[in-house]
């Protein structure tokens, strides 16, 4: 008994700390959106348990399989800023989060996450990605939260080879899937096909500083609750979401260069947050925001920004703001060259 309890005692000494703010943002946007997530997870396969568990009274593995370099703790991979330049192996089957921010990941390869039927969230910003495997992420089929901004990403096309950069069928049966971060990739429009994001629930979309001229129709998926297109350069917009639609809920369309309120913001009934400052809209219609006759916002207007905008704000009537929370729920601003 005392050999066992020395064996435990220097393993204890001897673990790294994860004191990385990375490890910590990451742990604390998980927690906020788990509480309705493991309905068909045990109890005792939290994540971060609450209570103390239990010590068995047969021998345990002391030193779990964890990848060179990296940090693992209670199912979590922690290998940012090591100068990766591939996933690496003998990621614990267990895991939920996998941290791999600030490398240089050129890959995302077939088998690269197979066997991880656990993972969560998987954070592969500020690599040097170019290329994913359209299965590669086929294993992930709980994946909620995935990030790939500050990459060099340019495409996701339809009906490719493997050879291509995201084949439309990459994020395909991934309905687990609630965040896709890809800001910060060389994406230009004809990079994004109708149908790309077809079959996955996701409710946040993030693909600013792009290279976006337009919302391809049929690109946004019904369910999506927060829309972030900012600093493109997209002039039109041609959204096909459902009216219908009881979670769209914020827009981001800010520093583009849209001359007009985009159209079909009065059908939708949930929305609440848009934003447009720093574009080039010049005129404000009375039903550009809110819907006409007995129809109704089932949620009010709680912001919209359009400062930075050359909006003669004198002339606009002060009915265009009907359904809105209150004054200060709109941003007009200055126009400044």
């Excluded at 509480?35 to 002391?62: G, K, R, V």
Aim: hydrophobic residues 35%; proline residues 8%; aromatic residues 8%.
């Amino acid at each position: 008994m005392k050999e066992y309890t020395l064996l435990l005692f220097l393993a204890l000494c001897s673990a790294k700390s994860l004191t990385g703010p990375s490890y910590f943002t990451l742990k604390n946007m998980m927690l906020q959106d788990m509480e309705d997530d493991d309905d068909d997870y045990d109890d005792d396969n939290s994540l971060f348990p609450t209570a103390e568990p239990i010590l068995p009274l047969i021998p345990f593995d002391l030193f779990p399989t964890c990848p060179f370099g990296c940090q693992c703790y209670v199912r979590v991979v922690h290998c940012s800023d090591l100068g990766l330049t591939s996933i690496p192996r003998n990621i614990p089957p267990d895991t939920r989060m996998i941290d791999l921010q600030n490398n240089k990941i050129k890959e995302v390869k077939e088998n690269d996450l197979q066997g991880l039927t656990s993972l969560y969230a998987l954070a592969l910003n500020n690599n040097k990605i170019y290329k994913i495997h359209p299965k590669a992420f086929q294993p992930t089929k709980r994946l909620r939260r995935l990030y790939l901004s500050h990459n060099q990403l340019t495409e996701i096309p339809t009906n490719c080879p493997e050879t291509l950069k995201i084949p439309k069928d990459v994020f395909k049966g991934m309905k687990s899937l609630h965040v896709l971060e890809m800001s910060a990739n060389p994406l230009n429009n004809d990079g994004i096909e109708p149908g790309a994001f077809e079959g996955v629930n996701i409710y946040h979309i993030r693909i600013a500083e792009a290279k976006l001229t337009s919302i391809p129709k049929g690109s946004v998926p019904c369910t999506i609750s927060r829309l972030g297109l900012g600093n493109n350069k997209i002039k039109e917009v041609e959204m096909e979401v459902s009216p219908t639609s009881q979670v769209y809920v914020k827009s981001h369309l800010e520093k583009n260069k849209l001359k007009k309120v985009p159209p079909g913001l009065p059908e939708l009934k949930y929305l609440q947050v848009v934003f447009l400052h720093s574009n080039h809209i010049a005129k404000l219609g009375v039903n550009d925001f809110c819907p006409t006759g007995r129809r109704k916002k089932k949620a009010l207007y709680s912001g919209i920004s359009l400062f930075n905008n050359p909006v003669k704000y004198w002339e606009v009537q002060p009915s265009t703001f009907r359904a809105f929370l209150a004054r200060n729920s709109v941003q007009l601003g200055n126009f400044l060259k």
